[in-house]
Protein backbone atom coordinates (compact mmCIF):
# COMPACT_ATOMS: atom_id res chain seq x y z
CA UNK A 1 0.00 0.00 0.00
CA UNK A 2 2.51 2.56 0.71
CA UNK A 3 4.36 1.55 -2.43
CA UNK A 4 1.40 2.49 -4.28
CA UNK A 5 0.56 5.73 -2.48
CA UNK A 6 4.62 6.66 -3.13
CA UNK A 7 3.79 6.13 -6.86
CA UNK A 8 0.09 8.15 -6.89
CA UNK A 9 2.27 11.16 -5.15
CA UNK A 10 5.18 11.43 -7.57
CA UNK A 11 2.35 11.10 -10.49
CA UNK A 12 0.27 13.84 -8.73
CA UNK A 13 3.70 15.37 -8.18
CA UNK A 14 4.33 15.60 -11.92
CA UNK A 15 1.28 16.49 -12.98
CA UNK A 16 1.26 19.63 -11.08
CA UNK A 17 5.04 20.64 -12.57
CA UNK A 18 4.13 19.57 -16.20
CA UNK A 19 0.73 21.67 -15.34
CA UNK A 20 3.56 25.25 -13.98
CA UNK A 21 5.48 24.22 -17.07
CA UNK A 22 2.96 24.96 -19.17
CA UNK A 23 1.21 27.99 -17.28
CA UNK A 24 5.09 29.63 -17.64
CA UNK A 25 5.03 28.47 -21.70
CA UNK A 26 1.44 30.53 -21.66
CA UNK A 27 2.74 33.04 -20.46
CA UNK A 28 5.67 34.24 -21.46
CA UNK A 29 4.45 33.63 -24.71
CA UNK A 30 1.34 36.20 -24.18
CA UNK A 31 4.44 38.61 -22.84
CA UNK A 32 6.61 38.24 -25.59
CA UNK A 33 3.32 39.07 -27.81
CA UNK A 34 2.56 41.77 -25.94
CA UNK A 35 6.31 43.31 -25.94
CA UNK A 36 6.62 46.50 -27.65
CA UNK A 37 9.26 45.63 -30.89
CA UNK A 38 12.63 46.75 -30.94
CA UNK A 39 12.78 50.64 -32.02
CA UNK A 40 15.04 50.36 -35.53
CA UNK A 41 18.25 52.75 -35.37
CA UNK A 42 18.71 55.92 -37.37
CA UNK A 43 20.52 53.96 -40.28
CA UNK A 44 17.92 51.42 -40.41
CA UNK A 45 15.25 53.85 -40.52
CA UNK A 46 17.64 55.93 -43.46
CA UNK A 47 18.32 52.51 -45.02
CA UNK A 48 14.52 52.11 -45.54
CA UNK A 49 13.38 55.67 -46.57
CA UNK A 50 15.91 55.41 -49.31
CA UNK A 51 14.84 51.72 -50.37
CA UNK A 52 13.59 52.73 -53.39
CA UNK A 53 16.28 55.07 -54.72
CA UNK A 54 18.77 52.00 -53.32
CA UNK A 55 17.04 49.69 -55.57
CA UNK A 56 16.82 51.28 -58.35
CA UNK A 57 20.89 52.61 -58.18
CA UNK A 58 21.65 49.08 -57.17
CA UNK A 59 19.90 47.34 -59.99
CA UNK A 60 21.67 50.07 -62.23
CA UNK A 61 24.78 49.60 -60.95
CA UNK A 62 24.81 45.70 -60.69
CA UNK A 63 23.49 45.86 -64.39
CA UNK A 64 26.39 47.96 -65.86
CA UNK A 65 28.55 45.95 -63.79
CA UNK A 66 27.61 42.83 -65.31
CA UNK A 67 28.02 44.53 -68.97
CA UNK A 68 32.02 45.01 -68.72
CA UNK A 69 34.62 46.34 -66.33
CA UNK A 70 37.36 49.76 -67.28
CA UNK A 71 36.23 52.77 -69.14
CA UNK A 72 33.00 50.72 -70.46
CA UNK A 73 31.57 50.02 -66.69
CA UNK A 74 32.66 53.87 -65.61
CA UNK A 75 30.41 55.11 -68.33
CA UNK A 76 27.74 53.08 -67.61
CA UNK A 77 27.65 53.83 -63.81
CA UNK A 78 27.70 57.85 -64.83
CA UNK A 79 24.43 57.03 -66.41
CA UNK A 80 23.18 54.96 -63.59
CA UNK A 81 24.02 57.81 -61.27
CA UNK A 82 22.34 60.29 -63.84
CA UNK A 83 18.75 58.45 -63.74
CA UNK A 84 19.07 58.99 -59.77
CA UNK A 85 18.69 62.27 -59.92
CA UNK A 86 22.08 62.86 -58.94
CA UNK A 87 22.43 65.19 -62.18
CA UNK A 88 24.62 64.57 -65.32
CA UNK A 89 27.65 67.19 -64.34
CA UNK A 90 27.50 65.76 -60.74
CA UNK A 91 27.35 62.10 -61.67
CA UNK A 92 30.50 63.01 -64.21
CA UNK A 93 32.88 64.32 -61.44
CA UNK A 94 31.79 61.67 -59.27
CA UNK A 95 32.99 59.15 -62.08
CA UNK A 96 35.79 60.77 -62.28
CA UNK A 97 36.90 61.01 -58.79
CA UNK A 98 35.73 57.18 -58.65
CA UNK A 99 38.63 56.76 -61.45
CA UNK A 100 41.00 58.54 -59.85
CA UNK A 101 40.70 56.81 -56.37
CA UNK A 102 40.63 53.34 -57.56
CA UNK A 103 43.13 53.17 -61.09
CA UNK A 104 42.83 50.11 -63.41
CA UNK A 105 41.78 47.93 -63.34
CA UNK A 106 38.94 48.71 -62.83
CA UNK A 107 36.37 46.25 -60.68
CA UNK A 108 32.34 46.38 -59.92
CA UNK A 109 33.80 45.43 -56.12
CA UNK A 110 36.68 48.70 -56.01
CA UNK A 111 33.75 50.40 -57.76
CA UNK A 112 31.20 50.11 -55.63
CA UNK A 113 33.39 50.94 -52.52
CA UNK A 114 34.98 53.98 -54.11
CA UNK A 115 31.65 55.90 -54.87
CA UNK A 116 30.44 55.47 -51.59
CA UNK A 117 33.48 56.83 -50.11
CA UNK A 118 33.24 59.86 -52.93
CA UNK A 119 29.49 60.30 -51.90
CA UNK A 120 29.89 60.69 -48.61
CA UNK A 121 33.10 63.26 -49.47
CA UNK A 122 30.47 65.32 -51.44
CA UNK A 123 27.93 65.61 -49.17
CA UNK A 124 30.18 66.36 -46.10
CA UNK A 125 29.42 69.57 -44.52
CA UNK A 126 30.47 71.44 -41.10
CA UNK A 127 28.41 70.48 -37.79
CA UNK A 128 25.14 71.86 -37.56
CA UNK A 129 25.34 75.05 -35.54
CA UNK A 130 23.92 74.54 -31.91
CA UNK A 131 21.03 77.04 -30.93
CA UNK A 132 23.21 79.60 -28.75
CA UNK A 133 22.29 83.15 -28.36
CA UNK A 134 18.33 83.24 -27.16
CA UNK A 135 15.82 83.28 -29.23
CA UNK A 136 17.67 81.38 -31.69
CA UNK A 137 15.48 82.33 -34.88
CA UNK A 138 14.65 79.91 -37.86
CA UNK A 139 13.39 80.78 -40.70
CA UNK A 140 11.93 77.93 -42.50
CA UNK A 141 10.64 78.72 -46.59
CA UNK A 142 10.43 76.59 -49.66
CA UNK A 143 7.61 76.49 -52.70
CA UNK A 144 3.75 75.09 -51.98
CA UNK A 145 3.80 71.69 -50.96
CA UNK A 146 7.06 70.65 -49.98
CA UNK A 147 5.83 70.16 -46.33
CA UNK A 148 6.96 73.31 -44.82
CA UNK A 149 3.93 73.49 -41.99
CA UNK A 150 5.27 69.65 -40.84
CA UNK A 151 8.81 70.37 -40.72
CA UNK A 152 8.53 72.80 -38.86
CA UNK A 153 6.17 70.85 -36.09
CA UNK A 154 8.61 68.47 -36.17
CA UNK A 155 11.63 70.89 -35.48
CA UNK A 156 9.57 71.71 -32.64
CA UNK A 157 9.78 68.23 -31.46
CA UNK A 158 13.61 67.80 -32.09
CA UNK A 159 14.05 71.22 -29.97
CA UNK A 160 11.59 69.77 -27.17
CA UNK A 161 13.56 66.84 -26.82
CA UNK A 162 16.97 68.68 -26.31
CA UNK A 163 14.91 69.98 -23.77
CA UNK A 164 14.53 74.12 -25.13
CA UNK A 165 11.14 75.73 -24.83
CA UNK A 166 10.47 76.71 -28.61
CA UNK A 167 8.13 79.19 -29.85
CA UNK A 168 6.13 78.95 -33.41
CA UNK A 169 5.00 81.92 -35.67
CA UNK A 170 2.10 80.99 -37.80
CA UNK A 171 3.58 83.24 -40.91
CA UNK A 172 2.24 81.39 -42.96
CA UNK A 173 -1.10 83.46 -43.27
CA UNK A 174 -2.53 82.50 -46.47
CA UNK A 175 -3.98 79.45 -45.62
CA UNK A 176 -6.33 78.80 -42.41
CA UNK A 177 -5.52 75.36 -42.66
CA UNK A 178 -1.56 76.02 -42.41
CA UNK A 179 -2.27 78.25 -38.92
CA UNK A 180 -4.68 75.36 -37.64
CA UNK A 181 -2.38 72.63 -38.45
CA UNK A 182 0.83 74.56 -36.64
CA UNK A 183 -1.54 74.67 -33.88
CA UNK A 184 -1.84 71.18 -33.33
CA UNK A 185 1.40 71.13 -33.62
CA UNK A 186 2.49 73.47 -30.81
CA UNK A 187 0.24 71.44 -28.58
CA UNK A 188 1.57 67.93 -29.51
CA UNK A 189 4.75 69.86 -28.79
CA UNK A 190 4.16 72.02 -25.74
CA UNK A 191 5.62 74.84 -27.91
CA UNK A 192 3.99 78.12 -27.57
CA UNK A 193 2.66 79.74 -30.42
CA UNK A 194 1.58 83.26 -31.99
CA UNK A 195 -1.04 83.34 -34.45
CA UNK A 196 -3.01 85.61 -36.12
CA UNK A 197 -5.94 85.41 -38.71
CA UNK A 198 -5.89 83.91 -42.47
CA UNK A 199 -5.27 87.37 -44.49
CA UNK A 200 -2.63 89.02 -41.74
CA UNK A 201 0.65 90.78 -42.74
CA UNK A 202 3.15 88.18 -41.91
CA UNK A 203 5.39 90.44 -41.09
CA UNK A 204 3.41 91.48 -38.79
CA UNK A 205 2.49 88.20 -37.37
CA UNK A 206 6.26 87.52 -37.33
CA UNK A 207 7.04 91.28 -35.44
CA UNK A 208 4.55 90.00 -32.67
CA UNK A 209 6.14 86.71 -32.35
CA UNK A 210 9.44 88.00 -31.62
CA UNK A 211 8.64 90.72 -28.80
CA UNK A 212 6.31 87.74 -27.05
CA UNK A 213 9.75 85.31 -27.86
CA UNK A 214 11.69 88.14 -26.27
CA UNK A 215 9.70 88.25 -23.78
CA UNK A 216 9.14 84.86 -22.07
CA UNK A 217 12.60 84.16 -22.57
CA UNK A 218 12.22 80.96 -25.35
CA UNK A 219 15.29 79.41 -26.47
CA UNK A 220 14.44 78.36 -30.27
CA UNK A 221 11.45 80.59 -33.01
CA UNK A 222 10.81 78.73 -35.46
CA UNK A 223 9.29 81.09 -38.46
CA UNK A 224 6.68 79.19 -40.37
CA UNK A 225 6.13 81.03 -44.13
CA UNK A 226 3.43 80.75 -47.01
CA UNK A 227 4.60 78.57 -50.10
CA UNK A 228 5.94 80.48 -52.68
CA UNK A 229 6.83 80.17 -56.67
CA UNK A 230 10.22 80.84 -57.00
CA UNK A 231 9.74 82.54 -60.08
CA UNK A 232 7.05 84.84 -58.79
CA UNK A 233 9.23 88.14 -57.90
CA UNK A 234 6.41 89.56 -55.79
CA UNK A 235 6.35 86.77 -53.60
CA UNK A 236 10.04 86.65 -53.39
CA UNK A 237 9.94 90.06 -51.97
CA UNK A 238 7.82 89.38 -48.94
CA UNK A 239 9.96 86.73 -47.80
CA UNK A 240 12.56 89.18 -48.04
CA UNK A 241 10.78 91.73 -45.71
CA UNK A 242 10.02 89.22 -42.96
CA UNK A 243 13.55 88.87 -42.96
CA UNK A 244 14.31 92.28 -42.31
CA UNK A 245 12.00 92.10 -40.02
CA UNK A 246 13.33 89.32 -37.89
CA UNK A 247 16.83 91.09 -38.49
CA UNK A 248 15.64 94.22 -37.14
CA UNK A 249 13.74 92.97 -34.29
CA UNK A 250 16.95 89.99 -33.04
CA UNK A 251 20.46 91.46 -34.14
CA UNK A 252 22.27 88.95 -36.19
CA UNK A 253 19.01 86.48 -37.07
CA UNK A 254 17.90 84.73 -38.59
CA UNK A 255 20.50 82.31 -37.27
CA UNK A 256 19.30 79.54 -39.67
CA UNK A 257 17.64 79.85 -42.60
CA UNK A 258 16.21 76.53 -43.73
CA UNK A 259 14.85 75.49 -47.92
CA UNK A 260 12.69 72.78 -47.54
CA UNK A 261 12.63 71.09 -50.88
CA UNK A 262 10.13 67.59 -51.58
CA UNK A 263 12.80 65.34 -53.11
CA UNK A 264 10.19 64.13 -55.76
CA UNK A 265 10.63 66.88 -57.84
CA UNK A 266 14.20 66.07 -58.72
CA UNK A 267 16.59 68.40 -60.44
CA UNK A 268 13.75 71.29 -59.99
CA UNK A 269 14.80 71.01 -56.39
CA UNK A 270 18.34 72.42 -57.41
CA UNK A 271 16.64 75.38 -59.21
CA UNK A 272 14.60 76.35 -56.31
CA UNK A 273 17.76 76.04 -54.24
CA UNK A 274 19.57 78.74 -56.18
CA UNK A 275 16.38 81.43 -56.46
CA UNK A 276 15.86 81.04 -52.60
CA UNK A 277 19.25 81.44 -51.69
CA UNK A 278 19.30 84.93 -54.07
CA UNK A 279 16.54 86.10 -51.73
CA UNK A 280 16.86 85.20 -48.36
CA UNK A 281 20.44 83.75 -48.24
CA UNK A 282 19.61 80.07 -47.73
CA UNK A 283 21.90 78.29 -44.69
CA UNK A 284 20.32 74.64 -45.21
CA UNK A 285 18.09 71.86 -47.02
CA UNK A 286 15.54 70.37 -45.48
CA UNK A 287 15.16 67.47 -47.91
CA UNK A 288 11.44 65.92 -47.29
CA UNK A 289 9.94 62.71 -49.07
CA UNK A 290 12.70 60.97 -49.97
CA UNK A 291 10.72 57.43 -49.08
CA UNK A 292 8.39 58.21 -51.74
CA UNK A 293 11.19 58.50 -54.58
CA UNK A 294 13.65 56.56 -56.00
CA UNK A 295 15.18 60.21 -57.49
CA UNK A 296 17.28 60.25 -54.00
CA UNK A 297 20.48 60.85 -55.51
CA UNK A 298 18.95 64.54 -55.35
CA UNK A 299 20.49 64.82 -52.18
CA UNK A 300 23.99 64.90 -53.71
CA UNK A 301 22.70 67.21 -57.04
CA UNK A 302 21.51 69.65 -54.18
CA UNK A 303 24.61 69.96 -52.35
CA UNK A 304 27.32 70.41 -54.82
CA UNK A 305 25.14 72.10 -57.41
CA UNK A 306 24.78 74.67 -54.83
CA UNK A 307 27.18 74.18 -51.49
CA UNK A 308 24.46 74.73 -48.77
CA UNK A 309 24.48 71.69 -46.81
CA UNK A 310 21.45 69.43 -46.11
CA UNK A 311 20.68 69.67 -42.38
CA UNK A 312 17.87 67.54 -42.30
CA UNK A 313 15.94 64.47 -44.21
CA UNK A 314 12.64 63.47 -44.30
CA UNK A 315 11.84 59.64 -44.26
CA UNK A 316 7.83 58.96 -43.18
CA UNK A 317 5.15 60.65 -42.04
CA UNK A 318 6.07 60.08 -38.26
CA UNK A 319 7.28 62.50 -36.17
CA UNK A 320 10.58 60.94 -35.74
CA UNK A 321 11.06 60.90 -39.23
CA UNK A 322 13.03 63.99 -40.10
CA UNK A 323 16.38 62.88 -39.45
CA UNK A 324 19.06 65.35 -39.02
CA UNK A 325 21.35 64.65 -42.13
CA UNK A 326 24.53 62.30 -41.68
CA UNK A 327 26.81 62.45 -44.57
CA UNK A 328 28.18 58.71 -43.57
CA UNK A 329 24.95 56.82 -42.84
CA UNK A 330 23.44 58.22 -46.61
CA UNK A 331 26.41 57.01 -48.17
CA UNK A 332 26.30 53.94 -46.51
CA UNK A 333 22.54 53.37 -47.17
CA UNK A 334 22.55 53.72 -50.81
CA UNK A 335 26.07 51.97 -51.80
CA UNK A 336 27.18 49.49 -48.02
CA UNK A 337 26.62 46.40 -47.85
CA UNK A 338 23.56 44.67 -46.46
Known sequence: MEGWSIVVLAAGLGILALGALFA??????????????????AADRLRRGLLATRQRLTAQLDAAMGRGEGRELLADIEEALVAADVGVSVARELVTRVRERIGRPVDARSVRQALRLEVEAALAAGEEPTPAGRPWVVLVTGVNGVGKTTTVGK?????????RRVLLIAADTFRAAAIDQLNVWAERTGSDIVRQGAGSDPSAVVFDGLKAAIGRHVDVVLVDTAGRLHTRANLMEEIRKVRRVIGREVPGAPHETLLVLDATTGQNAVAQARAFTEAVDVTGIVLTKLDGTAR???????RQQTGIPVRYVGIGEGVDDLRPFDAPQFADALFGSE
Open 296 to 302: GGVVIAV
Open 24 to 41: WLHLRKRRDRGAPPVAPS
Open 155 to 163: LAALHAAAG
